[in-house]
C-alpha cells in the first residue's frame, strides 16, 4: 500500500510526491470526490513554503541588523541610520507573517476536507449496490403469518409513542414505555457486560457534549458540520456518537507502546440532526434525532490494526449471534465507506417486517486519519525511537434501538406478542414475552 501520509503532512512536495498525488487522486474518484483538490492542495503548499522562506529571511535580516546596532552601540557609534532599516524590516515582517498567516489557514482548511486513503482490500463501486458479503450468519426465521415492521408491533403493544414524542420533540422522536424501555436497558446491559467482561474492554461513560477540537479530531468537523447539533452562543455540540468523546481521550498525548492495545466501550445517548438523510426512514426508529449505542473503540499499534480490526468486529457480531438474529457482514466498497475510513465492515441485521437487512453496526479502521488530526502518538521502546502517530479503530457494539427493532421484528408472534431472546431474560426479570397490557 502507498503511504501516502507524506501528502497530509507539513512535508508536501509536489516534485518528490507526484506519485502518491497520482494515488491520491485515484482514490478520491474512486470515493466519489473531485481529483483536482489535490492539485489545489498541492499549489497552496508550494505557496506557504514560499512564504515560510520569505518570513524566516526576514527574520534572519532582522535579526542580523540587530545584532549590529547593539555594536554600533556599544562602540558609541551612529545607529540611526540601522535603527531606521530595522523598523522598515519590522514593518515587512508583519506584512510577511501576515500573508503566512492567511495561507496556513487556507492550507489546513484544504487538508481537513480530504478524506483518508483507502486500503488496497476495499473494493471499488459507487453505491452501497456494490458492497461485498464476505460473511452470513443465520436464516431468516420462516413465519407462518405476514410479519408486521417495528412501528405496528411497538404501537399494537402500548410500548412505543411516537405521537406524543412529536407533540413534546417534533419528528424523529419516540416514547419508549413500560417492557419496550425496559428491553432497551437489557439490551444496553448485555452489550457492555459482553464487552466488558468477555471481550476485554474498559467501561467508560463519556461527555456527551464536545468542543469543535474534538469533532475536528475524529473529522465530523468540517465535512459534516451540518449534521450536529449546536449550543448555541457555545463552542459546545451535542456528540453525534460518543466515538468523538472517546478518541479524544488522548488528544494532544503520547502513549507508550506497551500501553496498545487500548480498548474502550462507551454507552451514550447520540445526536443527529438528519440533514443529510433527504427524508429517508422517516417514521419509525430506524433514524431518530437522539439514540442510544454501544460504541467500541481501539487505540492500536499500526502493526497490528487489521488484527484488531477483526476482533472488534467480531466483538459486534457476538451480540447478534447472542441474540440469535441473522446478520451479513459487508465490506464496504469506495463509494460507500465513510469519509475518515481506511476500511470498514458493516453489519446488516436482517428485519422481517420490512423484508430486508439493514445496517446495525459500521466498523471502521480509520488507521491515522484520526490520530494526525487529534495528535495522538505512541513512544516505541528504544532510546532514540521517536513518537509515531497510534491506528484508531471503532465501532457499533450495537446500536441499541435498531437492536432493538430487529427484536421486535424477529421474535414477534401470530397473537402480537413478542418472545424474548434466551440471552435477555435475566435482564428482563425472567419475563418470556412482551404482550399487550
Not at 515560510?52 to 541588523?65: C, V
Not at 413500560?178 to 461527555?207: C, D, F, K, S, W
Not at 421484528?409 to 397473537?415: G, K, S, T, V
Amino acid at each position: 500500500m502507498i503511504d501516502f501520509k507524506k501528502l497530509t503532512s507539513t512535508d508536501v512536495d509536489p516534485v518528490h510526491n507526484e506519485v502518491y498525488a497520482e494515488a491520491y487522486k485515484k482514490n478520491l474518484v474512486n470515493r466519489k470526490f473531485e481529483s483536482s483538490i489535490v492539485d489545489d492542495l498541492l499549489k497552496l503548499n508550494t505557496k506557504r513554503k514560499e512564504a515560510i522562506l520569505n518570513f524566516e529571511n526576514s527574520k534572519a535580516k532582522q535579526n542580523k541588523l540587530g545584532q549590529e546596532i547593539a555594536m554600533l552601540k556599544r562602540e558609541k557609534k551612529d545607529a540611526n541610520s540601522a535603527i531606521e532599516g530595522l523598523q522598515k524590516i519590522k514593518a515587512e515582517n508583519k506584512e510577511y507573517e501576515k500573508v503566512l498567516e492567511k495561507i496556513e489557514v487556507e492550507f489546513k482548511g484544504a487538508l481537513a476536507v480530504i478524506p483518508n486513503m483507502s486500503h488496497p482490500d476495499v473494493p471499488s463501486g459507487s453505491s452501497e449496490e456494490d458492497n461485498v458479503e464476505v460473511k452470513s450468519y443465520g436464516s431468516p426465521r420462516e413465519f407462518g403469518f405476514k410479519a408486521k415492521n417495528h412501528i405496528e408491533v411497538g404501537e399494537a403493544l402500548g410500548i412505543i409513542n411516537f405521537e406524543r414524542a412529536a407533540k413534546v420533540a417534533g419528528a424523529r422522536f419516540a416514547f419508549l414505555l413500560g417492557a419496550g424501555a425496559a428491553l432497551e436497558r437489557a439490551l444496553i446491559q448485555l452489550m457492555i457486560n459482553t464487552h466488558v467482561n468477555n471481550n476485554g474492554y474498559t467501561e467508560i461513560i463519556p461527555p456527551y457534549i464536545a468542543n469543535s477540537n474534538s469533532l475536528y479530531g475524529t473529522s465530523q468537523f468540517p465535512k459534516f458540520k451540518d449534521d450536529v447539533f449546536h449550543l448555541e452562543n457555545t463552542d459546545y455540540y451535542l456528540i453525534p456518537t460518543s466515538e468523538v468523546s472517546v478518541t479524544n481521550y488522548y488528544a494532544g498525548e503520547i502513549l507508550k507502546e506497551e500501553q496498545l492495545p487500548e480498548n474502550f466501550v462507551a454507552f451514550s445517548p447520540c445526536f443527529r440532526s438528519e440533514a443529510g438523510s433527504y427524508g429517508r426512514d422517516t417514521q419509525g426508529l430506524i433514524r431518530q434525532h437522539q439514540f442510544h449505542k454501544v460504541e467500541l473503540l481501539k487505540f492500536t499499534h499500526p502493526d497490528e490494526s487489521y488484527a484488531e480490526h477483526e476482533k472488534l468486529t467480531s466483538h459486534a457480531e457476538s451480540i447478534l449471534e447472542q441474540l440469535e438474529l441473522p446478520y451479513k457482514r459487508m465490506v464496504l466498497c469506495s463509494g460507500d465507506i465513510s469519509f475518515g475510513a481506511a476500511k470498514c465492515y458493516d453489519l446488516e441485521a436482517w428485519m422481517p417486517g420490512q423484508d430486508k437487512y439493514r445496517e446495525i453496526s459500521s466498523c471502521s479502521n480509520f488507521e491515522d486519519f484520526q490520530a494526525r488530526r487529534a495528535n495522538i502518538r505512541f513512544r516505541p521502546k528504544g532510546e532514540k525511537a521517536k513518537p509515531q502517530f497510534v491506528h484508531t479503530l471503532n465501532g457499533s457494539g450495537l446500536a441499541v434501538g435498531r437492536t432493538l427493532i430487529a427484536i421486535l421484528e424477529n421474535y414477534q408472534q401470530e397473537d402480537g406478542s413478542v418472545k424474548i431472546p434466551e440471552v435477555l431474560k435475566p435482564y428482563m426479570g425472567g419475563l418470556d414475552k412482551i404482550t399487550k397490557g
